[in-house]
């Protein structure tokens, strides 16, 4: 048996460590913005390249606030790509606004900045790119269009952890970015957890506010706020990660480039491109193939574990559906949801088991 991800191994390696951090939160009492949060933060920051980190309940307020801070709001637009993952749309629903969709780029699964201008009108606020799966969008190419138009840009680097290009973290490139500290992500908590760089002081201070019920002082609310705070054990938690994680990007990466190789030719698999280096964390180890539900059938039969992602793209979302997208607009994303497949990737797999899952693979189109 493969496992699609194995958090179980991962934790055993890091139970001496883990475990006495835990003890510390529970000892003091300390479970709500503890003093691990602000190390967390301090740490997580610098890792990105950012000046500051707010860490939150989850990615998706992580989102949510970060648009809120750089002012998206009723009657605006925000474009992002089309299949990403539900949360990413609906950061920009919950501040009122409009997710107006771009078709993604064939090769790298990320929005494609041929696409965006097209998609610019006097209500566009800010640009959402998704470094899907793990790989860095074109941020060269986006952060152009935005200045040329004078938008706002807000990372989503929910999956990105540690992606890197030219000297820059993804969380480093635009006004803000979201990150998720979900427990299957390359840096994951114990349960929900997200975090939001920035490198504006103006906008840390008003994230700040913003996680905790607009309130600067206890009882003294300024403006509406909410409550997202992330949880001092999960904090915690993933302070003692965070030190292992340049180590376990250069694992997965490593175990990308060993499944490429084996799987060159094999059928009617496209295997994922491998990007610049440093560039793909590979979050996740997307293929495609025309023969999706045989094979993937055929790999739970041997064992393997594979999941989806994402078999709807937003515009084919029920919860969309008064949006009246046009399907036809979004022909990458709309073909490719029914041919990727993400197989096992984790930090730990070990090329025994890559050998596994190639063998099956194999076995299938034989």
Not at 72 to 97: K, Q, R, S
Not at 184 to 194: F, I, P
Not at 250 to 271: E, H, I, M, P, W
Request: net charge neutral.
């Amino acid at each position: 048996m493969i496992p699609f991800v194995d958090l179980q191994s991962q934790y055993k390696a890091l139970k001496k460590e883990i475990d006495p951090a835990v003890e510390a939160v529970m000892t003091q009492c300390n479970f709500i913005l503890g003093q691990p949060v602000a190390e967390f933060e301090k740490a997580f920051a610098a890792f990105c390249g950012a000046k500051y980190c707010v860490a939150v309940a989850s990615g998706t307020d992580a989102m949510f606030l970060a648009l809120k801070a750089v002012g998206v709001g009723p009657g605006d637009e925000v474009i992002t790509v089309a299949n990403t993952f539900v949360a990413t749309t609906l950061a920009v629903t919950y501040n009122g606004a409009k997710p107006v969709l771009v078709d993604h780029d064939a090769k790298s699964y990320n929005l494609d900045p041929k696409l965006i201008e097209k998609k610019i009108t006097k209500k566009t606020k800010a640009i959402v790119p998704v470094h899907l799966y793990g790989q860095l969008a074109d941020m060269d190419a986006i952060l152009g269009i935005a200045k040329k138009h004078g938008l706002t840009v807000v990372e989503d680097a929910c999956q990105a952890h540690g992606a890197e290009r030219g000297g820059k973290r993804a969380g480093s490139f635009g006004a803000a970015a979201g990150f998720s500290f979900y427990p299957g992500k390359n840096l994951g908590a114990y349960g929900d957890g997200g975090g939001i760089t920035t490198n504006d002081e103006a906008l840390y201070n008003q994230l700040v506010l913003l996680r905790g019920y607009g309130s600067p002082k206890k009882y003294h609310h300024e403006f509406i706020g909410y409550n997202s705070r992330l949880d001092t054990m999960q904090a915690a938690i993933l302070k003692v990660k965070l030190a292992y994680l340049d180590g376990w990007n250069q694992a997965r990466a490593k175990a990308a480039g060993l499944y490429n190789q084996k799987l060159k030719g094999v059928g009617d698999l496209v295997c994922p491109d491998l990007g610049d280096p440093k560039s793909h964390i590979f979050h996740l180890y997307v293929v495609r193939t025309q023969q999706r539900e045989a094979l993937m059938k055929h790999l739970g039969e041997r064992g393997v574990g594979v999941g989806i992602h994402y078999p709807i793209p937003i515009f084919r979302l029920g919860a969309y559906q008064d949006q009246n997208y046009d399907p036809a607009e979004f022909p990458n994303a709309d073909l490719f949801k029914d041919q990727i497949l993400s197989l096992p990737m984790f930090p730990e797999i070990t090329e025994a088991q890559i050998n596994e899952v190639v063998g099956a693979v194999k076995d299938f189109f034989k």
